[in-house]
Each structure stands twice: as C-alpha cells, then as structure tokens.
C-alpha cells in the first residue's frame, strides 16, 4: 500500500480495513477548484498545519460547507514539498495518539496544492494574491518566523535585504513574502483579506501586522510603495484576527511508523531536513484540540465553526490565549522542557513520573497561573488545566521530548511568563512569585550546556542562541554567575515580557542560578527546596 490518490481510490476497502478514514471526495476535483478559486492559503507546511488545520477543511470538504481545499506554502525551500508533499499526492496520514484506546487513523487530502514561496512558485502566490475568491492567508511559522528585529531591536541583516529589494525583489523574510503579496493585491483592486495568525503567540495578530507593517512603511519610505498602499494595510480592507490554538504534534515517531510500516503501507520513514527539521508523510499527534479565532473576515471565510472551531470576539480570544498561552499549558512545557534536559529526560511524558517535576507543574499551573486568569467564558480554566496535567501531558503514547519543547526558548518567555509576571506587578504581588523565577534561572543554567550529572548537553536550535552564549559561559558551572552580566540580560523586556530588574525578581533569580550551579545534582536540590 502506498499513500497516494490511486491507492485510496482503488484499494478504498483495503485502508479501511486497517481502520483509516478516507477523504470520500474526489482529491483531484478539490485540487483543480482550489487553482482556479483558492480560498485559503496557510504558511507553514509542517504538522500542526497537517495534523490538525488540513483536517478541520477535510471536515469542511466532506460535509460540503467548502468546495476547495488549502494551498500549502513553505516559505524558504522546497524541500518539505519535495520529500513529504510531492510524493504522496499532498496526502496526510494523521495518526491520533490517544492516553488511552486506539490509534486514529485518517488520511486528509484538503491539500489544494503545495507551493514554496521562492521563484515560480512566488509568481502562482501573487496570482492567488489577486484572486477575487481568496479570503485568508493563515499562517503556523512559529514565533520566530513573525521576528524582523533581534533582542536589541535592531532589524535583522536579511529584512534589511528585502528593505532594500522592494515588492520586486528576492525576499528573504515570511513577513516581506506577505507584504509583496499584500501589494499584489491592493494593485488588482485593493480587494479585502483577513490575515491569520494561527501560532502560539500572545495576540498574534498583533505580531504578524506589526512584522508585515515594518515592511510595508519601511518600503515606503524608500520609494518603493506609494502611501495609498500603507493606508489600504491600515484600513481594515486587509484585517490580522487575533487567535488561540492548541494541539501537540511532536516529531514523527519511529514507533508510529514502525506500526504503520507493519500494516503494510510504504514509505514512511521520517527524514531530517537540511533545516534540522524533522518531517515525515504521517503526523502522530495527541487527541485533545482548540482553535479560538477571532471572527474579522472581511473577504467572508469557511464556516470554520461548523469544524469545531470557536468563532468568536477580540477579548474572548485574548482570555482563552493567556489561559493556555500564559498559564495552563505553555508555562508547564517551558518548566519541564528545560528542566527535563537538565535532568537527562528524554520524554514528557516520562517528566509527569519524576515526582519533582509533576509537582513544579501542578503548582505552576494551579498556585503561581490560575490566580491571575480570567476565564474566557467558553473553557474553564480549571476545566482546561486539569486535562493538561491528568491527561495530556502523561500521556506516554505522544512521543514528545523536552528537547523539541526547548527550540527557541528566547522567543517564548515573553509570551509563557511575561504576561503573568505583569499581572502580579499590576497586583504589586511579585514577591509571592517562587516557581516562575525559578524556571527563569533553569533557563539561564541551561545556557551554560552542562548538565545537572557535570556533562556537556546539546541545546536546542534557539534564533539568540549565539547572542546569549557570549554572556551565559559553562566556565560558571561550579562556581557563580556574572551577576551584572545576568542582571542586565533580566532587564531585557523584550526577551522576558517585562524588565525583571524593575518587577522585583532579579535577586531571587539570580539566588536560584547560583544554587543550581553549585555543581551536580544542584539544579535537583535547588528544585526541591523551592518545592518544599
């Protein structure tokens, strides 16, 4: 069995005979109306967009709420669509991992198309750009992808290129792609366009139109583009809904295909991009899932609720986000990500047995988090994190890693523990923090790559990594920090949300990482006398 059109249309019985369910729609038709009338395009090719957004437009197909599908687009190279697109007709295999029952099994084929927004296939995005019928542009490129400017704030060498190349030129940066579309559009009739933020990011839609609009004015100011076009960006013609999503899709699994492999279907094997990332024609994922999207579609869009997605307003949106965002969920994956290398896990759902761990999370989550939410009216909170420490995250069946949790840590603290630390300042509580500021000093002896045993410890991909390392030094391991080097990196509101200097916490930070770095077992030690 291989995993493309032919297969699941003449060998239909021998699929779901193994259990899978079937698109049930003719993939081709979908494909070919997706050309000639896209609707939806989405940056970001990999698995929460296959694993989870491809499968609420299967939904959509199926039930005949949509008549195309989705155009996939990788914003740098073509290797994804080579490898794990191309050779299986755009198909999915998503494999449901459950805490407890059976794999579900589904093969999605809403993929309308797989593009890379470089070279010929950039032309067919701006002829997309310009279509009448197109409603959003969606987007899961991570938080770095939406980034223009480092820790400093200064722009990054590369958006500087596309500054400097104009709409015309060779783009570097996502938000320069977006932004060159955007004025494809305004110059086949300034027609309307919701774009859509779908990742982890504190208002979202925020952040995508303050990268995008850096572009656009900075394009202006060279010449390159007329005001008319900033003042169309501007002027809810094109609109950047905020939005909550959750659902764990970790690295493909060799369990998973090893199973899959057993039941006789080919080519499954994950392989390594020159990226780093790891890709594979399957996305194991875990069951539990939310999407919260705030309801601005100037152009109308799918009935995405009719797929289980929460339509909604701005502020309920923002509660639901900083529910999980900042409080139930993300929080409790940075605590065990970074805690969990230095500790020499490998899984996280392994962390949820280390009695340290389980307990550093459910006291995060219910003594230091749910104090300051507010619920957002459509989830309990209570309701939210309890499923998050009873059921998803000891979930030994989802094969995720502290050290995938760990990638780009820099660009998630803001966002995990920022917002928090704000609201107990607005409280003037800052001093009842202990966890929080714990965690923040786990993240800096993590820096050092030296693990909690003495050994040197691989660190996760990370955009400031250089940066950090020429301030954070293993040479400290034994010993102490540079206390004022530290202190002026806590004092980075960009890096942690908020100067942790003026917020009160630098002194119990700085305590923590000086224990923690007495030598080994004393991250181990520390984390238990904080505990206790």
């Given at each position: 069995?291989?995993?493309?059109?032919?297969?699941?249309?003449?060998?239909?019985?021998?699929?779901?005979?193994?259990?899978?369910?079937?698109?049930?729609?003719?993939?081709?038709?979908?494909?070919?109306?997706?050309?000639?009338?896209?609707?939806?395009?989405?940056?970001?090719?990999?698995?929460?967009?296959?694993?989870?957004?491809?499968?609420?437009?299967?939904?959509?197909?199926?039930?005949?709420?949509?008549?195309?599908?989705?155009?996939?687009?990788?914003?740098?190279?073509?290797?994804?669509?080579?490898?794990?697109?191309?050779?299986?007709?755009?198909?999915?295999?998503?494999?449901?991992?459950?805490?407890?029952?059976?794999?579900?099994?589904?093969?999605?084929?809403?993929?309308?198309?797989?593009?890379?927004?470089?070279?010929?296939?950039?032309?067919?995005?701006?002829?997309?750009?310009?279509?009448?019928?197109?409603?959003?542009?969606?987007?899961?490129?991570?938080?770095?992808?939406?980034?223009?400017?480092?820790?400093?704030?200064?722009?990054?060498?590369?958006?500087?290129?596309?500054?400097?190349?104009?709409?015309?030129?060779?783009?570097?940066?996502?938000?320069?792609?977006?932004?060159?579309?955007?004025?494809?559009?305004?110059?086949?009739?300034?027609?309307?366009?919701?774009?859509?933020?779908?990742?982890?990011?504190?208002?979202?839609g925020d952040k995508l139109k303050q990268g995008v609009m850096t572009?656009?004015?900075a394009w202006q100011q060279k010449g390159h583009v007329g005001a008319?076009?900033?003042?169309?960006?501007?002027?809810?013609?094109?609109?950047?809904?905020?939005?909550?999503?959750?659902?764990?899709?970790?690295?493909?699994?060799?369990?998973?295909?090893?199973?899959?492999?057993?039941?006789?279907?080919?080519?499954?094997?994950?392989?390594?991009?020159?990226?780093?990332?790891?890709?594979?024609?399957?996305?194991?994922?875990?069951?539990?899932?939310?999407?919260?999207?705030?309801?601005?579609?100037?152009?109308?869009?799918?009935?995405?609720?009719?797929?289980?997605?929460?339509?909604?307003?701005?502020?309920?949106?923002?509660?639901?986000?900083?529910?999980?965002?900042?409080?139930?969920?993300?929080?409790?994956?940075?605590?065990?990500?970074?805690?969990?290398?230095?500790?020499?896990?490998?899984?996280?759902?392994?962390?949820?047995?280390?009695?340290?761990?389980?307990?550093?999370?459910?006291?995060?989550?219910?003594?230091?988090?749910?104090?300051?939410?507010?619920?957002?009216?459509?989830?309990?909170?209570?309701?939210?994190?309890?499923?998050?420490?009873?059921?998803?995250?000891?979930?030994?069946?989802?094969?995720?890693?502290?050290?995938?949790?760990?990638?780009?840590?820099?660009?998630?603290?803001?966002?995990?523990?920022?917002?928090?630390?704000?609201?107990?300042?607005?409280?003037?509580?800052?001093?009842?923090?202990?966890?929080?500021?714990?965690?923040?000093?786990?993240?800096?002896?993590?820096?050092?790559?030296?693990?909690?045993?003495?050994?040197?410890?691989?660190?996760?991909?990370?955009?400031?990594?250089?940066?950090?390392?020429?301030?954070?030094?293993?040479?400290?391991?034994?010993?102490?920090?540079?206390?004022?080097?530290?202190?002026?990196?806590?004092?980075?509101?960009?890096?942690?949300?908020?100067?942790?200097?003026?917020?009160?916490?630098?002194?119990?930070?700085?305590?923590?990482?000086?224990?923690?770095?007495?030598?080994?077992?004393?991250?181990?030690?520390?984390?238990?006398?904080?505990?206790?």
């Amino acid at each position: 069995m291989k995993l493309n059109t032919q297969s699941i249309v003449n060998e239909s019985q021998l699929w779901q005979e193994k259990g899978f369910v079937l698109p049930g729609y003719d993939t081709d038709k979908i494909k070919q109306k997706t050309s000639d009338s896209p609707v939806w395009v989405h940056f970001g090719a990999g698995n929460i967009f296959r694993g989870y957004i491809a499968c609420l437009a299967d939904e959509l197909i199926k039930s005949g709420d949509m008549e195309s599908g989705i155009v996939a687009v990788d914003s740098f190279d073509n290797e994804t669509i080579e490898k794990i697109y191309d050779p299986f007709d755009d198909l999915v295999l998503l494999v449901g991992l459950p805490a407890k029952g059976e794999m579900y099994l589904r093969v999605i084929g809403s993929i309308g198309g797989a593009e890379c927004a470089k070279g010929e296939g950039f032309a067919r995005l701006k002829k997309y750009a310009e279509s009448d019928s197109l409603q959003m542009i969606s987007f899961t490129i991570t938080e770095k992808g939406y980034a223009v400017e480092d820790m400093n704030g200064q722009l990054f060498p590369f958006v500087e290129e596309d500054i400097k190349a104009g709409p015309g030129g060779e783009l570097n940066s996502a938000m320069s792609i977006i932004a060159a579309l955007l004025y494809a559009r305004f110059k086949a009739g300034e027609k309307p366009l919701a774009l859509v933020s779908m990742d982890n990011c504190s208002r979202n839609g925020d952040k995508l139109k303050q990268g995008v609009m850096t572009v656009v004015k900075a394009w202006q100011q060279k010449g390159h583009v007329g005001a008319d076009f900033v003042a169309y960006t501007e002027s809810g013609r094109v609109t950047f809904p905020w939005s909550m999503i959750d659902k764990i899709t970790p690295r493909p699994d060799a369990g998973v295909c090893a199973e899959l492999t057993a039941m006789g279907i080919e080519g499954m094997e994950p392989v390594k991009t020159t990226r780093g990332t790891f890709i594979a024609p399957f996305v194991n994922a875990e069951m539990p899932q939310y999407l919260v999207i705030e309801d601005s579609f100037p152009n109308g869009r799918p009935p995405l609720e009719k797929a289980g997605v929460y339509m909604t307003d701005r502020e309920t949106v923002d509660r639901a986000e900083k529910m999980k965002v900042m409080t139930c969920l993300n929080p409790l994956h940075t605590a065990l990500a970074v805690f969990g290398c230095l500790l020499g896990h490998t899984k996280i759902a392994d962390e949820m047995n280390d009695p340290d761990l389980k307990k550093l999370v459910y006291d995060l989550g219910y003594k230091e988090g749910l104090p300051v939410v507010i619920d957002p009216g459509m989830i309990r909170p209570e309701d939210f994190l309890k499923e998050v420490l009873e059921q998803r995250l000891p979930n030994s069946y989802l094969p995720d890693t502290p050290q995938r949790i760990a990638t780009d840590t820099s660009q998630k603290l803001a966002i995990r523990f920022g917002e928090t630390i704000k609201a107990y300042a607005a409280k003037g509580s800052t001093e009842s923090l202990v966890l929080i500021p714990m965690v923040i000093a786990a993240w800096l002896r993590y820096l050092t790559a030296i693990d909690d045993k003495g050994q040197p410890m691989e660190l996760s991909a990370d955009p400031m990594l250089e940066e950090l390392k020429k301030t954070v030094s293993p040479e400290w391991y034994g010993s102490k920090c540079d206390r004022a080097a530290v202190t002026e990196i806590l004092k980075n509101a960009t890096l942690f949300g908020t100067d942790l200097v003026k917020a009160g916490l630098a002194d119990k930070i700085l305590e923590d990482l000086d224990s923690m770095l007495a030598g080994e077992g004393a991250v181990r030690k520390t984390l238990r006398e904080k505990l206790n």
